[in-house]
Structure formats: C-alpha cells, structure tokens
C-alpha cells in the first residue's frame, strides 16, 4: 500500500533546481472575478477621503516610505526628522521606537540593544541573577552529581551551560521554547531517587519537549532555586506573548549580534556574508556585494546604524506578502475596513462582516494613527497573516468544539504502547518521565506492563528483556488529572494484583471508575463528557474471563499469546493464568475479550468489551472484513498495538487503523517520524484533549462504509507552494552548509486518496525560497484526510535530510493565503521558520 512505503520513497529523476534569490515576486493567485466580469480590485480610497488633519497622507503615498515596525522590537515606530537625506541618498526613513531613539533623533545601533524577549525584564531580578550565571548540581545518578555553571544568554531565548570536555556551541545551550514544564522540588523521577541528599526547596526540574531527558538540578540555596523557576516562567510567558512578527525580528538581531566578530558594530562585507550563511542563505558574492554597497551610503566599506536597518530591511522584505496587499488597498497603500473585508471574501473566510474586518485591524495595527482611522498598513497586513488566524490551521478547532457527549466508541483516542519505555523495546530503560512525557504530548490511553517484584510490590517493564523496571504505584501517581484509560498487561500472581488493585483505589481516589455511572443503561459506554477527571481500567473480568476450555485467560495482549513463545518458569505461567477478583472489579467499561473473527455472523455488540489486535491482525480484519470491521468498531472499542517483532520501537502508519474506526490505535510514543507526526496532527484539534469525534460513516452501527471501497471522488485540494520563510540550518556548526529546500504535501487517507507530490529544490537558500508550484490532489474520504506538508534538504546521492513539518486534518484546513508554522522532528516549534501558501478546496 502506498501510505505504507513513503519512508522507503523513491525520488524523481533530475529535479530542475530553483536557483537562490534574496526575495522576487511569484505568481499569485487570482482573486475571484467580479460580477460584472472584470477582476475584483477595491475602489475605496479611505485616507484621501476622510481628509483628517493628524493624518498625513503623503507619510503613506508611494513616493514616501511606507510605516513599518522599530526593527528591534516590532512596536509602533517615530519618523525620525531629517532622516531622508543621507549623502546624497533619497533613503527610506529610519523607523524606531522611543526605546531605541538615541540622542538628537539618531538611530541606536540594533546589535547593541538588548534582546527583544528581555523588554521589560532587564530590570528583572530573578532574570539579571540568570543572566550573571548560577553554579548549580546537575543529578544524574546517586554517584554523578556535578556542579556546572549554568547562565542565560543575552538573547533571552537560550541558556548557556558548561561541560566538563567542551563541544560544538550548539552542545552547550538549551532553548527556553523548547521547555514544557519547570518543576519544584522533588518532581520528578530523577530527583526523587538521586536527590535526597539535596533539600526539596533546593531543587528543581527542566522538562523539555520532544525526546531530550530532563535537567535535574539543584541550588546552592532555595532562593537561588526560586531564582530560576520564577525566571524561566516569566521568560516562558514572555515568549509565548510574542508573535511570529516580533519572533523573526528577536532571531534576525540575535544572528546579526553573532556576525559582528569584533563587536565593533559596524558591519564588513565579511560580516555581512558570515552572517547570510549563518540565516542559511548561499547568496551569489557580487549580488551581495552589490545589496551590499547599495547600502553603504558612507562609502567606508562598512554598514553602521541606519545603513544596518536598511539592508536589513532588504534582506526581509516579503515581495509576495507585498502584492497581494497591493491588489486590495489600491493607490493609498493601506487597506480601509471594506477593503479588507474584501480580501476576507476572497480567502473564503466563514463570518467575514466588516465588523470583524475592523476588528482585526484594531487586533494586528501596530500604528494608532491608522488604527484609529480603521486602516491596516502593510505590517499591520503582515502581523494578521502571521497570526495565528492567518494560519492554515481553523484557530475555531483549537478549543474543544466537538460533542463530547457520545459513547467513548465515536472518539479516536490518543493511545501509547509500552508507555514506561523512553528507547528500545529490549534494553532501553522504564520510567515514569515517560507517562508524563506521554500525558503532554495529549495520550489518554497508557499501557502497563506489571510484573512480580521484589517486597510484594508489582513492577512495570517489558517482560523478559533487559528494560529496567520501576514501580507500579510509581506510575500511577504520575497519571494526568485528564480522563485515562489503563491499559493492564497483567502477569502478575493473585497476591501481588490484590496489591494493584489497592494502589488504584488509594491512589486515584474518586478518581478511579469503580461501577457504573449510569445504572439505568450499564452496558452502555459513557461519554468523555462524564469521564472529566476519571480514570478507566481495562483489563479482564473474571465472568467473562473463560476460555473454551473453562480456564481462566491471562490479561497479556492477544497476539502474544497467539503468536508468541511462552517464556518463563512453570510457576510464572500458572500465575498469569490467575485473575485477582480485586483487580477484577475495577474493569468497569474495559473488559479485555478476543475478537477471533467478524465472519459469517457477527456477534451482538458488547460495548463494555475491548479487543486488542496486533498490527497484523487489524490489517489483516482490514482486508478481509472491511464494512463489518468498521460496524463492531462503530460499538465497540478496538485496541491496536505494534508488532512484537519491532525491536527498535518503530511505529506502524496509525491511518489504516483510523480508516476503520479502531479507537485505541496505540504508538510507541518515544520514536518520533511520520507515524508520530501523524498522531500529533490527528489530535492537534479539539483542544487537544486527546479524544477527536470521529466521521459519522464510522459511528452509524449500520454503515455501508468501506476504507478499501470508499467511492468516486469527492473534493479536489490544491495548493500552491509559494515560499518559504527562515528554515533552520541543518548543521549549526559548518557555516558553508546550506539547505536546497523542497516541499512536498503528503495525503494521509484511506489507500485510494493517498498521495504525495512535491516542488523543485531551490539551490543554496533555506531563507527565503521560493517556488510558485501548485499541487493537487482528488479525495475520496476527505473527512479521514490528515495533510502534511514537509520540508527537506535535498540531497542527489543520499536521502534528503528533514527540515521541518506540520501535519493537520483536512478538516481543519483554512483556504486562502496561509502560513505553515513548521515543527522539528520531535514537534518541537522551528519558530520563525514558516512555508507560504495558497489553499483552495472545492467540493463537488
């Protein structure tokens, strides 16, 4: 099936490359023609008309510059006198805040201002502690426990931190966007094991996002500590204040401070090009000599002062962004309310009024002057579509907008296999980091593979490998207050699953489902509505729990016990046999039960019922059962889990499982690639509350729907690849290596809609490339569609190299202009890196 081999991708024959440009237009798409047949072009000239005497006009025709941001710090700018002239130069006027305004109306330097995240803080004291440095205990073990000095950059994004045999500079910093979670005390697993001898107030935890392990660290006093996670929290809340706008801005000056070599400054032509390769652009020596000298009104053979901002603003010019804002404000150069309500007509915006077209130039205007008179300037333009209601993803699906009130069968389920794992399914280590690693990233369904241990203490790790093994009670003191289910892989003896069962109820409380919710309708599955704050456990009940032999079947998954070899003592195996009747009562809504096979007759549904099926199996029900399949799972809840064989934690594709309405399609969530990409853009909606309502030709108990057979085309998509904005290098520390970047646009959906296509490579630009190529694509499915669009460095002789992704239901994808906000491997933002393009979707 084609979905399944795209990692094993094949690679057309001489791509044309897409020579590298500092910025050049591309051809747009057309607005809709007008009724009376000629192309829509807005007629309102609101500035000439209103004739305000505190609004100058010329301060926005063309012949004069138009407004723009301060290039430090993206807020409303003063027109500088006497800033036109400059040897003998009709320049473009120097545009700055009153924060970076130097003496007799002359522009600061951008390098020597401080960082655009630290406005407002440099003040700060718990940020001017971190920005002289704290020497603080790194804890890894009870043996490694060092003092290092740790220390935030100028910049305010990054943390500096010193190792014992020094490495490439991107070796010794951390990024304060890529923190999930600062912790107090003795948070987290490391510390509770390793850092007794440190006092709790002393203490504290970096958890990052993705797969990096957690910082654990410890003060040489508690303020010291409190130092720290006050000031990492007010950074945090700094930086997610921030828009993209004002991010590209903090990026471009903290490069622009890398490249001044001798802190002079002033700009050289060597600068200048070190500092091009470091925003990953190879740009042609004379045309950048040219851009180079063109700004040098000095003559000296250095930039300095405005001579930087221009070049700068050369540099970031959006000729794209530029035309289609022309298009709509006319002569005038701004856009009145009317005419950015045209433009929202245009984009196929749902509610487009002119009441929120003024309501969107009161939100992203940065100039008041304009804002007051409801006119949006080019930045104004610029800051909406950068916004995230600018991007592709309907900011409406971000909260939870779904029903939340049907029977848990209707929902996909954000699921993960072997939970207590954060590496390979033979050695890699267990630990509760990973439960809580897996409860941010959005899981709701967690697996818990208990075994015997030490003390009458259950345990949890892969069986008969050499994982290491943690506690079961650990684990479920670290569950998410979130609505979960427990998955129980149970092989443990009578007396040590009574202990389980007395962990859950001690430990979960209320928390934990102990009888139905509902005594009128007992078989009937409730709904994620009355499960908020619940837990589930899912495992056997011993009623239901005989074999057809009359024995009694133990709770491990169903392929195991089918396929695999029984492993172990004798003891070991008449144990596992056994179901504790206190373990028992707690399978309320989760009975673990077989499904041998949905042919000739199907069995009546059982909705309290789950099978587990292995990833062969499921497919295999895929092939052979098609509708029936997707009827049962219509009921019933359905449990895949990856093949044993998959020692490495690799994942299957989750989409063959969605197309048929299984539920509980369980990831190794410790591996990033497509297939995780997949999951996260499949429960990026709804809140990302892990639960997405499923198609209704899923959830009808009498569906006619097949994945394999699912009709004639129903909606074309195409989208026109535009450009693409900041990609990040791929080799931080090689200043000569320079991304040739490609997009392609992946189509995840039943086999009949899956596609892939992709544009030409650019040559030597990761900056601002651009393309103008569209693609397009037929659906069959389109309500089961997750697209992704992807970025890589093309490579002739190798696989290409992944830059950047993202990943969204077709459902949730806004037509028109939109940004593409880019995601690293592991989910982590690539902000400002960002891909322009144009959305068109029409359904027949």
Known sequence: MLCGRWRSRGRPPEE????????????????????D??????????LKKMGHPEFDLATLSPQSPRLSLCLQCSTPPLILPGSRALSGQNLLPSLVCTHHQGPQGKWTLPMACPGRLLQGLTEDEDVQAMLRGSRLCKIRSRTWQKERLYRLQEDGLSVWFQRRIPRAPSQHIFFVQHIEAVREGHQSEGLRRFGGAFEPARCLTIAFKGSRKNLDLAAPTAEEAQRWVRGLAKLRMRLDAMSQRERLDHWIHSYLHRADSNQDSKMSFKEIKSLLRMVNVDMNDMYAYRLFKECDHSNNERLEGTEIEEFLRRL????????IFHRYSGEDHVLSAPELLEFLEDQGEDGATLARAQQLIHTYELNETAKQHELMTLDGFMMYLLSPEGAALDPAHKCVFQDMDQPLAHYFISSSHNTYLTDSQIGGPSSTEAYVRAFAQGCRCVELDCWEGPGGEPVIYHGH?????????DVIQALSPYPVILSLENHCGLEQQAAMARHLRTILGDMLVTQVLDSHNPEELPSPEQLKGRVLVKGKKLPAARDEDGGILSDREEEEEEEEEEVGAAEQKRRAKQISPELSALAVYCCATRLRTLRPAPTPPQPCQVSSLSERKAKKLIR????????????????????????????YSPQEMWNSGCQLVALNFQTPGYEMDLNAGRFLINGQCGYVLKPACLRQPDTTFDPESPGPPRTTLTIQVLTAQQLPKLNAEKPNSIV?????????????????KETNYVLNNGFNPRWGQTLQFQLRAPELVLVRFVVEDYDSTSPNDFVGQFTLPFNSLKQGFRHIHLLSKDGASLSPATLFVHICIQRF
């Open 465 to 473: 490998t050499l994982t290491s093994k943690i506690f079961f009670r």
């Open 37 to 46: 047949g000629g192309p829509k072009r807005p007629g309102l000239r609101a």
């Open 316 to 323: 970031l010019k959006r000729p794209e962004l530029e035309d």
């Open 624 to 651: 052979e059962a098609g509708n029936s399949f997707v009827r049962h799972n219509a009921q019933q809840l359905t449990r895949v889990y990856p093949l044993g064989l998959r020692m490495n934690s690799a994942n």
């Open 740 to 756: 040739d970047p490609l997009v392609r646009i992946e189509i995840h959906g039943v086999p009949a809609d899956c596609a892939r």
């Open 16 to 35: 044309p490359p897409v020579l590298a440009q500092v910025a050049a237009p591309v051809a747009l798409p057309s607005p809709p023609a007008s009724q």
